[in-house]
């Protein structure tokens, strides 16, 4: 494939005038002008800009491909009003199934308990994930078909993640079959994504090379597994990196561990108390291992070739994560790094483990980290920390706790904002190069050797002043997308 006169956007290094891209075996073979080739006519970029493809790097695949056919719920403010949603809903499709996503009850003047569903008057399970993924409100329905005991509050971290693989009893496979994730997939290349790191928490190997092998192929994709899932990844022999169905774009992943909770549910990990609401004999919210347990699952991922990927959102979680990393010899990364201290940024530099970060949470959580953790929001999503220590950064959504758009996850880097306040905590920005850098699997300026995973646009996404303008005008910049490639090969846009 050769794309002429493409302006190339200078993540790395600068490029000024316009360039022919040849990409053969699915690499980039050349950079320059007046590049020639056999085979298919060229592609005129006519003057657009070029760059490499986009990666979310932290994805539920899975639940994101359900997310058009779930109750919204994530404008409802108390628990009576989710209820209340969920009756038009129920009222609107009585012969089907309630799951709903979104609610976020931190700022509830009441608790989500189940006898609030129970008081419906419906046989059908009404199952409604929080807004963070990190607990389930099921009416007493719900929970019998999912084989959980009877309970009055919530269904909350390892319990929940355990019952979430069993959703298929409850709702079927119409919502996550091969199409529903070609579409997702789709919608992403259309936006400029050419890779995904799943950490759907259901299906293994098996699933993903038979959903790859019925069509849902279209970006690259790197499985990951948990420990219910790692004996089976052991036992056949798959070291992170290695090609899955036969084909290098669908290939092994992390091994991910969740070693606390989160900040809405007030179970992430943290070195200081909650303010207000604190889970009952956890104030500093808790870790889902002992020491003991993480390391020996490191270890166990560290010998049989696997990268690790460690939940940690509350600073003691980050601490414990990285303590466990350079005891166990670990390679990978630490997921979210939502609060950290500055100490803990530089040793995310000096054991060289990536920090995989989501800018997209801290729009919806600003006002919640200021309640539950006063004081403490300057050491929040800390990327000028990060870039300055010289750390990794992997930029990702953590679909569908935020939309799976990468342009989201940038704009939010560049301008700590979602509305019309100023942004939160500045000190913290980075600019739009850097950010779009850490969006790119670690892809510079498009030069020789790199893979063929392109993104072709109608505007430059540096042009700007990395200020709240700019980071409106990123925010919607998918229109600008105009062509994706992935190993050469076009999936998005015309011909």
Same mark, same amino acid.
């Given at each position: 494939?050769?794309?002429?006169?493409?302006?190339?956007?200078?993540?790395?290094?600068?490029?000024?005038?316009?360039?022919?891209?040849?990409?053969?075996?699915?690499?980039?073979?050349?950079?320059?002008?007046?590049?020639?080739?056999?085979?298919?006519?060229?592609?005129?970029?006519?003057?657009?800009?070029?760059?490499?493809?986009?990666?979310?790097?932290?994805?539920?695949?899975?639940?994101?491909?359900?997310?058009?056919?779930?109750?919204?719920?994530?404008?409802?403010?108390?628990?009576?009003?989710?209820?209340?949603?969920?009756?038009?809903?129920?009222?609107?499709?009585?012969?089907?199934?309630?799951?709903?996503?979104?609610?976020?009850?931190?700022?509830?003047?009441?608790?989500?308990?189940?006898?609030?569903?129970?008081?419906?008057?419906?046989?059908?399970?009404?199952?409604?994930?929080?807004?963070?993924?990190?607990?389930?409100?099921?009416?007493?329905?719900?929970?019998?078909?999912?084989?959980?005991?009877?309970?009055?509050?919530?269904?909350?971290?390892?319990?929940?993640?355990?019952?979430?693989?069993?959703?298929?009893?409850?709702?079927?496979?119409?919502?996550?079959?091969?199409?529903?994730?070609?579409?997702?997939?789709?919608?992403?290349?259309?936006?400029?994504?050419?890779?995904?790191?799943?950490?759907?928490?259901?299906?293994?190997?098996?699933?993903?090379?038979?959903?790859?092998?019925?069509?849902?192929?279209?970006?690259?994709?790197?499985?990951?597994?948990?420990?219910?899932?790692?004996?089976?990844?052991?036992?056949?022999?798959?070291?992170?990196?290695?090609?899955?169905?036969?084909?290098?774009?669908?290939?092994?992943?992390?091994?991910?561990?969740?070693?606390?909770?989160?900040?809405?549910?007030?179970?992430?990990?943290?070195?200081?108390?909650?303010?207000?609401?604190?889970?009952?004999?956890?104030?500093?919210?808790?870790?889902?291992?002992?020491?003991?347990?993480?390391?020996?699952?490191?270890?166990?991922?560290?010998?049989?070739?696997?990268?690790?990927?460690?939940?940690?959102?509350?600073?003691?979680?980050?601490?414990?994560?990285?303590?466990?990393? #350079? *005891?166990? &010899?670990? =390679?990978? !990364? @630490?997921?979210?790094?939502? /609060?950290?201290?500055?100490? $803990? %940024?530089?040793?995310? #530099? *000096?054991? &060289?483990? =990536?920090? !995989? @970060?989501?800018?997209?949470? /801290?729009?919806?959580?600003? $006002? %919640?980290?200021?309640?539950?953790?006063? &004081?403490?929001?300057?050491?929040?999503?800390?990327?000028?920390?990060?870039?300055?220590?010289? %750390?990794?950064?992997?930029?990702?959504?953590?679909?569908?706790?935020?939309?799976?758009?990468?342009?989201?996850?940038?704009?939010?880097? %560049?301008?700590?904002?979602?509305?019309?306040?100023?942004?939160?905590?500045?000190?913290?920005?980075?600019?739009?190069?850097?950010?779009?850098?850490?969006?790119?699997?670690?892809?510079?300026?498009?030069?020789?050797?790199?893979?063929?995973?392109?993104?072709?646009?109608?505007?430059?996404?540096?042009?700007?002043?990395?200020?709240?303008?700019?980071?409106?005008?990123?925010?919607?910049?998918?229109?600008?997308?105009?062509?994706?490639?992935?190993?050469?090969?076009?999936?998005?846009?015309?011909?």
């Amino acid at each position: 494939m050769l794309l002429r006169n493409a302006r190339l956007v200078g993540l790395t290094t600068s490029v000024t005038t316009p360039v022919d891209v040849l990409v053969e075996g699915g690499r980039v073979r050349a950079v320059g002008p007046g590049l020639t080739a056999g085979g298919e006519a060229p592609y005129d970029a006519d003057g657009r800009w070029l760059m490499p493809g986009l990666w979310d790097q932290h994805v539920h695949l899975g639940q994101w491909a359900l997310t058009s056919a779930r109750l919204d719920l994530a404008g409802a403010r108390s628990a009576a009003e989710a209820v209340s949603r969920v009756r038009e809903r129920l009222a609107e499709r009585p012969d089907q199934p309630v799951i709903g996503w979104g609610h976020r009850p931190t700022a509830w003047d009441d608790n989500p308990v189940v006898s609030h569903l129970d008081a419906i008057e419906t046989d059908q399970p009404v199952i409604l994930i929080a807004g963070d993924g990190h607990h389930g409100w099921l009416n007493t329905i719900a929970l019998k078909a999912l084989a959980l005991p009877t309970r009055e509050g919530v269904v909350s971290e390892g319990e929940w993640f355990q019952a979430y693989g069993r959703l298929a009893t409850v709702w079927g496979d119409d919502g996550t079959g091969p199409d529903a994730y070609r579409r997702a997939m789709e919608t992403a290349a259309a936006q400029g994504v050419v890779g995904l790191v799943d950490f759907e928490f259901s299906g293994g190997v098996d699933d993903w090379v038979h959903r790859w092998q019925a069509g849902a192929d279209v970006v690259r994709v790197r499985m990951a597994t948990y420990a219910a899932g790692l004996d089976d990844v052991l036992d056949r022999g798959l070291r992170t990196g290695d090609p899955l169905a036969g084909d290098d774009r669908l290939t092994m992943g992390p091994l991910k561990v969740i070693s606390d909770g989160s900040l809405n549910t007030r179970t992430a990990w943290c070195c200081e108390p909650y303010a207000e609401k604190a889970v009952l004999g956890f104030p500093h919210g808790q870790p889902n291992q002992t020491p003991e347990e993480l390391r020996a699952l490191l270890r166990r991922g560290v010998a049989g070739g696997l990268d690790v990927a460690v939940h940690a959102i509350g600073d003691r979680a980050v601490t414990e994560a990285l303590d466990a990393i #350079a *005891d166990t &010899g670990a =390679r990978g !990364s @630490v997921e979210h790094v939502q /609060l950290t201290t500055q100490e $803990d %940024v530089r040793r995310l #530099a *000096d054991l &060289g483990v =990536r920090a !995989s @970060v989501q800018p997209a949470h /801290l729009v919806d959580d600003r $006002d %919640v980290t200021d309640r539950l953790w006063p &004081g403490r929001g300057e050491r929040c999503f800390a990327l000028r920390w990060m870039v300055d220590a010289g %750390v990794d950064i992997a930029l990702g959504s953590d679909a569908p706790v935020s939309p799976l758009d990468p342009w989201l996850a940038v704009a939010a880097a %560049v301008h700590r904002s979602g509305d019309e306040r100023e942004a939160w905590h500045p000190e913290q920005s980075i600019t739009a190069r850097e950010a779009l850098a850490a969006s790119t699997d670690g892809w510079g300026t498009i030069a020789p050797g790199h893979p063929g995973d392109l993104v072709l646009l109608d505007a430059d996404p540096l042009s700007g002043d990395s200020d709240a303008a700019h980071a409106a005008r990123l925010r919607g910049f998918a229109e600008h997308v105009v062509a994706t490639w992935v190993g050469g090969r076009q999936v998005s846009g015309p011909g």
